[in-house]
């Protein structure tokens, strides 16, 4: 059966790209409030670990303009902006004043979801961070900010949602800097078939019944489950990083790639 071209998956279900754009704004409005026990239940923690190797692949500083799309509940942007702190705050930091705005750079976020972001405001507050964030409703294929304008561009748990996953790396591309760094953060592709078939079994079995009994929603987990499955595997989704424009790219396998971390450069 040949796919119409204007189709695309939600999970294992055709549809049209408007249809799967809004379908996925309804499974994390959804799940917006159970964001971080989704991620427990997917990985059984583990994402916190994945999400920690990924800050220190990035080795954030000061001065720099971040942007973490799909990351309205603040997960990755909270981390950037802790390491960031650390840094300023160590006894080798040479800086011993708060550095200004400017010196300081920014962290801007921008999801989909209002839902999401308005979720990770709360826990901004509830941290004490009042400002210091930009939350930014938006769609990954087409972003709101200017071209040449970020300096590390981050995505986590999130490009496996993105309709169009070409354009989203074109933009990407985009609003980076030249000499800009891109980072995606994504469920992947275990490559040893009996692993593989374990965590089939345990993504497939289990996963959508916990949702339905934590959260009483079967639906969002099992396409969330299925998603994962429809995502391209790891030399694919590289290969489609150097035909959007990036340089130097290269992935890091995480728990034998049940997760990976891609990356590349903007030349």
Excluded at 30 to 54: P, T
Excluded at 138 to 144: F, M, Q, R, V
Excluded at 160 to 171: A, M, Q
Excluded at 193 to 219: C, E, K, M
Aim: aromatic fraction near 10%; charge should be neutral; include cysteine.
């Amino acid at each position: 059966m040949i796919q119409n071209p204007e189709s695309t998956q939600f999970g294992t279900e055709t549809v049209t790209p408007e249809e799967k754009t809004a379908k996925v704004r309804g499974v994390f409005d959804s799940v917006a409030d159970q964001y971080d026990l989704m991620n427990d239940l997917m990985s059984g923690g583990v994402h916190r670990l994945w999400k920690n190797h990924l800050i220190r692949k990035i080795r954030p500083k000061a001065g720099l303009n971040y942007l973490d799309v799909a990351g309205g509940t603040g997960d990755i942007a909270f981390r950037i902006k802790d390491a960031i702190e650390k840094k300023i705050l160590s006894p080798s930091a040479t800086n011993v004043a708060p550095p200004s705005p400017q010196e300081e750079g920014s962290i801007t976020l921008c999801d989909l979801n209002w839902d999401m972001l308005r979720v990770g405001r709360d826990r901004a507050i509830d941290k004490g961070w009042l400002n210091g964030f930009d939350w930014v409703t938006g769609n990954a294929e087409s972003l709101p900010l200017p071209s040449d304008s970020i300096d590390v561009y981050t995505i986590a748990f999130g490009l496996r949602n993105v309709t169009r996953i070409d354009d989203g790396l074109k933009e990407a591309y985009r609003v980076l800097k030249p000499g800009g760094r891109f980072f995606c953060l994504e469920f992947s592709h275990v490559k040893n078939p009996l692993l593989s078939r374990l965590y089939d079994g345990f993504s497939f079995g289990v996963i959508p019944h916990i949702g339905q009994v934590v959260a009483n929603d079967r639906a969002s987990y099992q396409y969330l489950v299925e998603s994962i499955r429809k995502f391209p595997k790891q030399n694919a989704l590289k290969q489609r990083m150097i035909e959007a424009g990036f340089a130097k790219c290269s992935y890091d396998n995480l728990s034998f790639g049940i997760a990976a971390i891609h990356y590349g450069i903007k030349i």
